[in-house]
């Protein structure tokens, strides 16, 4: 079964975030979309495994695990092995409690990693994040923990912001020296989120370098190679084609359906539903799925 909104776009993934409590005070957290506060509960294990489950039984096959920082969960473990055959599992995480849990999680089922890790200067780290030089070791550490555990590939994000615009090349070649890939992402406009860096014009010096550049199908992002590097770039603002090529149908960390990741007036409640109701009630919202950045003619903003 393939899953399809009215403008003819296939919802291949789920993303989930498990938590809205994290251990970081990132300057440029969007909180997942989500209103802060929501309704005062945590999505739970049953639910997340019952959704999970839904979604698979309508073919979708990749689930995102976000948060907040969702290894503040010590379930996950137990919900990655609860997790239907053929549905392949990633982590979003800021990797300060990764090093320890590496191995567990991909034993327990977890496919591969995404890190953030936004500035190589632990006090530039601090800045951007709110921790502390010893959190910048650990998600170093978290890192090769997760290298190590052969949770591949593992990406490393990057916000671009005016503070770390000016180590894009040193991040180039932490990414070619660890054997990760480097994910370079563009700041969501919103009021209060930091200062964004020239991520146009560092990505028009990635294109001047590249040995070869492709065009992912997930919202058509670029990926730019560089003697060994493997750098994407993720460009969502005003960007029409990001939209056009989304696939994801995103679940609050209070337990909703979210059709977009910039919108809450269309959320679809998964509370009180079984399996059969929690796959009507995706559908329902796979129908609510309209591109944010549409343009003439579109919802827009």
Same mark, same amino acid.
């Given at each position: 079964?393939?899953?399809?909104?009215?403008?003819?776009?296939?919802?291949?993934?789920?993303?989930?975030?498990?938590?809205?409590?994290?251990?970081? +005070?990132?300057?440029? #957290?969007?909180?997942?979309?989500?209103? /802060?506060?929501?309704?005062?509960?945590?999505? &739970?294990?049953?639910?997340?495994?019952?959704?999970?489950?839904?979604?698979?039984?309508?073919?979708?096959?990749?689930?995102?695990?976000?948060?907040?920082?969702?290894?503040?969960?010590?379930?996950?473990?137990?919900?990655?092995?609860?997790?239907?055959?053929?549905?392949?599992?990633?982590?979003?995480?800021?990797?300060?409690?990764?090093?320890?849990?590496?191995?567990?999680?991909?034993?327990?089922?977890?496919?591969?990693?995404?890190?953030?890790?936004? &500035?190589?200067?632990?006090?530039?780290?601090?800045?951007?994040?709110?921790?502390?030089?010893?959190?910048?070791?650990?998600?170093?550490?978290?890192?090769? +923990?997760?290298?190590?555990?052969?949770?591949?590939?593992?990406?490393?994000?990057?916000?671009?912001?005016?503070?770390?615009?000016?180590?894009?090349?040193?991040?180039?070649?932490?990414?070619?020296?660890?054997?990760?890939?480097?994910?370079?992402?563009?700041?969501?406009?919103?009021?209060?989120?930091?200062?964004?860096?020239?991520?146009?014009?560092?990505?028009?010096?990635?294109?001047?370098?590249?040995?070869? /550049?492709?065009?992912?199908?997930?919202?058509?992002?670029?990926?730019?190679?560089?003697?060994?590097?493997?750098?994407?770039? /993720?460009?969502?603002?005003?960007?029409?084609?990001?939209?056009?090529? #989304?696939?994801?149908?995103?679940?609050?960390?209070?337990?909703?359906?979210?059709?977009?990741?910039?919108?809450?007036?269309?959320? /679809?409640?998964? +509370?009180?539903?079984?399996?059969?109701?929690?796959?009507?009630?995706?559908?329902?919202?796979?129908?609510?799925? &309209?591109?944010?950045? #549409?343009?003439?003619?579109?919802?827009?903003?």
């Amino acid at each position: 079964m393939t899953l399809a909104d009215p403008f003819g776009r296939r919802v291949t993934g789920l993303r989930i975030a498990v938590t809205p409590r994290c251990n970081l +005070a990132c300057l440029y #957290c969007h909180h997942e979309g989500e209103l /802060v506060g929501g309704r005062g509960r945590e999505i &739970s294990a049953d639910e997340i495994v019952k959704v999970i489950s839904a979604g698979a039984d309508l073919g979708i096959r990749r689930v995102k695990l976000t948060g907040g920082e969702p290894l503040l969960r010590g379930d996950l473990e137990s919900i990655l092995e609860r997790t239907p055959e053929g549905v392949e599992v990633s982590l979003t995480t800021n990797g300060v409690l990764l090093a320890a849990r590496a191995r567990s999680l991909a034993e327990a089922g977890l496919a591969r990693v995404n890190v953030s890790l936004d &500035s190589l200067r632990p006090a530039v780290y601090a800045g951007i994040t709110g921790g502390t030089a010893a959190d910048h070791r650990r998600v170093l550490e978290g890192i090769d +923990a997760a290298l190590g555990a052969g949770l591949l590939p593992v990406k490393v994000n990057v916000v671009v912001l005016r503070e770390n615009e000016g180590e894009v090349w040193e991040m180039v070649d932490f990414a070619r020296d660890r054997g990760v890939i480097l994910q370079l992402i563009e700041l969501l406009n919103l009021p209060g989120r930091g200062a964004a860096g020239d991520i146009a014009g560092i990505e028009a010096a990635l294109e001047a370098r590249a040995d070869g /550049v492709v065009t992912r199908d997930l919202h058509r992002r670029r990926k730019y190679f560089l003697s060994g590097a493997e750098v994407e770039v /993720v460009r969502p603002m005003d960007n029409t084609e990001f939209c056009a090529h #989304c696939s994801r149908l995103r679940v609050t960390s209070d337990g909703r359906l979210k059709p977009c990741l910039l919108r809450n007036d269309n959320l /679809v409640d998964l +509370a009180g539903a079984d399996l059969e109701e929690t796959k009507r009630r995706i559908k329902r919202a796979v129908l609510l799925r &309209s591109p944010y950045f #549409c343009g003439e003619g579109g919802r827009g903003r």
